[in-house]
């Protein structure tokens, strides 16, 4: 995944913005930095949006949003987790690596499934750390598309980080992480959502699914973000009105916080869906509390003018380590945030964003 503007780290001699060793500190992120840029408007924001201490509703239960029918959710974890299953099955999905290509092929034959206009968008990238030229493919499909009158991006990195850079014994941060939660858990839950809202959708609503390659090459941020990149620079005609992004949303004890640089550049988008999470039971889970600025794959997209939230539990102690595996994380998690989505894509009326005046 993406990077914090203070995450801290432990190997010396990769270095990255913002990220220094402090011992006994590994992988704490700094939560009051988030808030300093943002002042009143912040504090503002998180009055309006209330406490966030909903109590988490059943699993199966009927959710009903605020002023609206009840909604059957078909979202199903365990198929969410089944599709995790499968993608660490294959070890390291890393660029270059033959459990990357299998994992392209793995994915692009579920999203035919329940999708429509199934393609990869490729391109190619030369790695500073060995000046080798790597093949890299964004994954898209469409649901409901081009007779849309709201055009939502869903986005999630299928690439694994091919360094544990955050492994204390050096000897160790040279080698490819599993990737469970950070590389399959977004993938899992956009899966699993193709197939609850095939044939669902509303029909003033469309879904473009990007699985983004290179999002975790590193070790740089130069090097990071590199599908989401392409995609900005090759936007579909039409393009999308917003876009949600999902990235390291499995961890067994989720908590997705308010992300900084999502309420900078999608403050609607953000208050309305965290809004929406705790209408329906939710609020828990998405709080209404600050956690750290995040550079990730929304940072392109939003700078290429759609507006883009992240969806990220960084809090997660396992983050660019060969501990980040699926004992890590829980079919449960992937449901609550299916469930979000699922929701917020049949709500009636859609949310749409406000024109810029």
């Not at 993608?87 to 392209?104: M, N, V, W, Y």
């Not at 000897?171 to 959502?193: T, W, Y």
């Not at 308010?258 to 988008?269: D, F, G, H, I, V």
């Not at 997209?301 to 980040?324: C, E, Q, R, V």
């Amino acid at each position: 995944m993406g990077q914090a503007g203070h995450r801290l780290k432990p190997s010396q001699h990769d270095r990255r913005i913002g990220a220094e060793r402090e011992e006994g500190h590994r992988n704490t992120p700094s939560m009051g930095v988030a808030i300093t840029g943002f002042g009143l408007a912040a504090a503002l924001l998180l009055a309006a949006c209330g406490s966030g201490r909903a109590v988490e509703q059943e699993a199966n239960a009927p959710i009903s949003p605020t002023g609206g029918a009840k909604i059957e959710s078909l979202f199903d974890s365990e198929q969410a987790w089944k599709h995790m299953v499968e993608q660490t099955k294959l070890g390291p999905r890393f660029p270059g690596s033959q459990a990357h290509r299998d994992c392209r092929d793995y994915i692009q034959a579920e999203m035919k499934k329940h999708a429509e206009n199934v393609r990869l968008q490729e391109f190619t990238h030369v790695w500073t750390s060995d000046r080798k030229k790597y093949t890299m493919w964004n994954i898209l499909g469409e649901q409901n598309w081009k007779d849309a009158k709201v055009r939502v991006l869903l986005l999630a990195h299928w690439d694994t980080r091919p360094t544990a850079d955050m492994e204390w014994e050096q000897h160790k941060q040279r080698q490819p992480i599993l990737g469970a939660n950070d590389g399959a858990s977004g993938v899992s839950v956009l899966l699993e959502l193709m197939r609850t809202m095939k044939g669902r959708l509303p029909s003033d609503v469309g879904v473009l699914y990007l699985m983004t390659d290179g999002e975790d090459l590193g070790p740089s941020l130069d090097e990071m973000f590199l599908g989401a990149s392409h995609f900005a620079k090759n936007l579909p005609t039409p393009k999308p009105d917003y876009g949600i992004l999902l990235d390291m949303i499995g961890d067994k004890d989720l908590r997705i916080p308010l992300e900084p640089n999502s309420l900078y550049y999608a403050e609607e988008l953000v208050n309305a869906f965290y809004r929406h999470a705790a209408e329906i039971g939710l609020g828990s889970t998405f709080p209404k509390a600050f956690g750290p600025t995040i550079e990730d794959d929304h940072i392109p997209l939003n700078k290429a003018g759609i507006p883009t939230m992240d969806l990220i539990d960084f809090s997660y102690d396992p983050w660019h380590t060969l501990d980040d595996t699926l004992d890590k994380c829980s079919p449960e998690s992937l449901g609550k945030v299916g469930k979000a989505l699922e929701t917020w894509l049949l709500k009636s009326p859609p949310f749409r964003m406000k024109k810029p005046e």
